[in-house]
Each structure stands twice: as C-alpha cells, then as structure tokens.
C-alpha cells in the first residue's frame, strides 16, 4: 500500500472516509489488524464493509478480506451504525451562497458524526439533501443546542472562514433559559479554567489560569426563570452550560450539569433550553459585513 495518497475518497452516502495508519506488526491480513484494532466491530462486520466495498488503500483500491497486512502504510474505511434513533426535527436553511451556507439547527441534531450518530447528524443530512460532498462546518454546537450553524461549501475557501473562529473575529450570542440568581448583579463576565471532567465526555472548572470566558447578561424576566444573553468570548466545550451551571442557575433541562443525569435519547420532550442566537462577521472574501440570526425560540417545553 502507498503512504502517499494523492487526495482523500469522495464521501459515500455523505460519509467521509475514517482513516487509519498502519503500524509495524505480525498481522498476516489488513481483516485480522482491523479485527483486533477496533474489537467493538469484530471481523464479521469487517469482512462484510470489504466485501462491499467500503475499505480501500491509499489509491483508492477496494481491500478484499485476504488483503495482506503491509505495515506503513494507509487504509479508508467507511462507518456504519446497525441501528440509530431517528431524530424528528429538521434543521432550517437560512441562507447559502457558492461559500457559505447557515442552518438553523433543532434540538437533538448532532453537527457532525461521533460515537452513535452518523446519518442522523445536521451535516450528512445537507450534504445528501444539497447535494454537497464538501460540505463542511466551521465551527460545532452541543446535539441538545439549538440555532445557527456556518458551513463551509467549497474547500478553496475554506481556510478563510475557518481563520475568523481561530482569530475570534466572529460575535456569537447565546440564549439560555435558567433560574432567575437573586442578589447577583448583571451583566457580568465569567472566566475560569476548564479542562476534561469525569467520565470524558464532561468539562468541569479547576483552580489554574482562566481559559475561557463569557460575557452574560439578563435579556428578559420569566418568572422564576431568566433569559440569559450569552457571548462567549472562548469557544472551549461545554462552555457556557459549565459558567451558568457554577453561577448556581443551570440552563432548563441540562442533564450534564450540575450533575449528570443519563437520558433517553429516544426521549425528545426535554430539550436543552440553550439556542445559538446570532453570529456576526466582515467576510473575509468581499469585506461585507454578514449578520445571521435563528428564527427560533426558546421555550420552557417543546422543541
């Protein structure tokens, strides 16, 4: 197998080749690596993906179950998921041009594929309702947040909507739906540390240098409730339900903070009351200035 790949295989049915490298070992067949590489699979299901095409080499060359192992070099995989819990909701297209595209994306709607989501995400569905194989995103919501998505269309130009997050030069404003906090005067900035929680998949604050921070202020009195405006300055996980749940007003249906509480993911009646309101831009292509806003609304139930 050639370790050079002059470019990376199209997407099929929308999804993007997984990659792997392939290490010095005793591995006789690329079928026994993969077997014993990734257990949760089992070769049943390898030998099934290779019959049908979906393991390739670095040229693009279907792998068949008696592929001999060759340690340096580089294979493409296709996932797949048995089985996937339907998500009832579709995302709204905003707006789109030859670069951009702006979904407005529901609750429950993962952005991208990981763990037990593929076809259910925002982007496999646009790439096959738009058509477009190289859509990507340039930046990423939670599954449970709602609102506004920039996607990238085309990969030339990329690179220039990408280097507006990496330089902070997009405004993003959030609302939340949160306990009213009695005696806490707004608007405020919180800053503080976060680094990975336990189990993994959980951000928690700890003592050290601040490296993130939120701007939030009081939009509007629900009674017991606040509508939190929120602009995060940072952009670190889980940011903004990890401040408001240390502030001691967790947003209305977090089951990850203050402390986690496992869900149905069949269960769509408590959606996580946090909408990603609005991003602002001067387009790096035209210099125009570019305001996008959802037209969702945060409510106390219902999606």
Request: with cysteine; hydrophobic share 35%.
């Amino acid at each position: 197998m050639n370790d050079s790949p002059s470019s990376l295989p199209p997407p099929r049915d929308g999804v993007s080749a997984s990659t792997v490298q392939l290490p010095e070992g005793a591995w006789a067949l690329v079928l026994d690596f993969l077997a014993e590489q990734f257990p949760g699979i089992g070769a049943e299901t390898w030998r099934s993906r290779m019959a049908r095409g979906l393991v390739i080499d670095a040229q693009g060359q279907p792998l068949a179950p008696s592929s001999p192992y060759r340690p340096g070099g580089r294979l493409y995989y296709y996932r797949e998921l048995a089985q996937e819990t339907p998500v009832p909701f579709e995302a709204e297209l905003l707006y789109r041009d030859e670069h951009l595209l702006v979904a407005d994306k529901p609750h429950f709607l993962p952005v991208v594929p990981a763990g037990r989501h593929l076809q259910e995400t925002l982007l496999l569905r646009l790439r096959r309702r738009l058509g477009l194989p190289e859509l990507a995103p340039l930046h990423r919501i939670d599954r449970g947040t709602a609102g506004l998505v920039l996607f990238s269309v085309q990969e030339q130009t990329r690179g220039r909507y990408q280097g507006l997050f990496a330089q902070r030069a997009v405004d993003k404003v959030y609302e939340a739906l949160a306990p009213h906090l009695p005696g806490r005067e707004f608007p405020q900035r919180h800053c503080s540390r976060l680094e990975p929680g336990e189990p993994f998949f959980l951000m928690r604050e700890v003592p050290g240098t601040p490296n993130s921070e939120t701007g939030i202020e009081i939009a509007e009195r629900r009674g017991a409730l606040d509508l939190y405006r929120l602009r995060p300055v940072t952009g670190r996980k889980h940011q903004l339900r990890v401040h408001l749940a240390a502030l001691g007003a967790p947003i209305l249906n977090d089951d990850f903070y203050p402390a986690l509480h496992p869900a149905d993911e069949a269960d769509f009646s408590r959606p996580l009351q946090l909408l990603a309101r609005s991003l602002e831009f001067r387009d790096p292509l035209d210099g125009r200035f570019r305001r996008f806003e959802s037209r969702r609304q945060l409510l106390e139930s219902g999606n």
